[in-house]
């Protein structure tokens, strides 16, 4: 069981807007900020979006993060066939010394 | 551009200590900038953290795993590395090597592309 809970699965059409939860705990997301992953098939993680909000350079701005108390979203508009892949939130937790605790992962369809 | 490999056996037998090596090229590994950390994914699965070490030694590790995770730092191979102890069939997994940024992201990036070790008699 993963610390940080996401939808398992998510799905929508080319040119639509998605969006993937990831729920924590006041001792992650609530006190700390929160990162998105982005897995395609086959390939190491990329680093998606960081501090809740913001781009790495050369990350397209149809991907954008936001966190409200114990809970972050990731919004994909204007959805594309290789956005089909696996996301992942990842946070800080404060207990037992601080760990980092990811996601379970949710894998986005693109129909 | 920081690239990250990680090198090591693809089986390991039962019980047996599991050893992996990171091999950092393009940036050095003793920047006071960066932690150097482990993480890995039983097939099929999510990401689990292992931990992360300091070009000066400093680790931290995942409290479930803390009681068999030694990571090491070699700077003058630029090189950081794991071992795990009595490891069982439930830590096949690919395992990724990470840079994590302390300064501007505080986020794991770049990764390396992962080694998949297999635990099997």
């Known amino acids: 069981q993963s610390v940080l809970t996401q939808p398992p699965s998510a799905s929508g059409t080319p040119g639509q807007r998605v969006t993937i939860s990831c729920s924590g705990s006041s001792s992650n997301i609530g006190s700390n900020t929160v990162n998105w992953y982005q897995q395609l098939p086959g390939t190491a993680p990329k680093l998606l979006i960081y501090?809740?909000?913001q781009r790495p350079s050369g990350v397209p701005d149809r991907f954008s993060g936001s966190k409200s108390g114990t809970s972050a979203s990731l919004a994909i508009s204007g959805l594309q066939s290789e956005d089909e892949a696996d996301y992942y939130c990842a946070a800080w937790d404060d207990s037992l010394n601080g760990f980092w605790v990811f996601g379970g992962g949710t894998k986005l369809t693109v129909l | 551009q920081l690239q990250l490999q990680e090198s090591g056996p693809g089986l390991v037998k039962p019980s047996e200590t599991l050893s992996l090596t990171c091999t950092v090229s393009?940036?050095?590994?003793?920047?006071?900038?960066?932690?150097w950390g482990w993480i890995r994914q039983p097939p099929g699965k999510g990401l689990e953290w292992i931990g992360s070490?300091?070009?000066?030694?400093?680790?931290y590790y995942n409290p479930s795993l803390k009681s068999r995770v030694t990571i090491s730092v070699d700077t003058s191979k630029n090189q950081f590395s794991l071992k795990l102890s009595s490891v069982t069939a439930a830590d096949t997994a690919v395992y990724y090597c990470?840079?994590?940024?302390?300064?501007?992201?505080?986020?794991?990036?770049?990764w390396g592309q992962g080694t998949l070790v297999t635990v099997s008699s």
């Open positions: 501090s809740n909000n």
């Open positions: 393009g940036g050095s590994i003793s920047s006071d900038s960066y932690y």
């Open positions: 990470a840079r994590r940024d302390t300064v501007a992201t505080l986020a794991f990036d770049p």
């Open positions: 070490i300091y070009y000066s030694g400093s680790t």
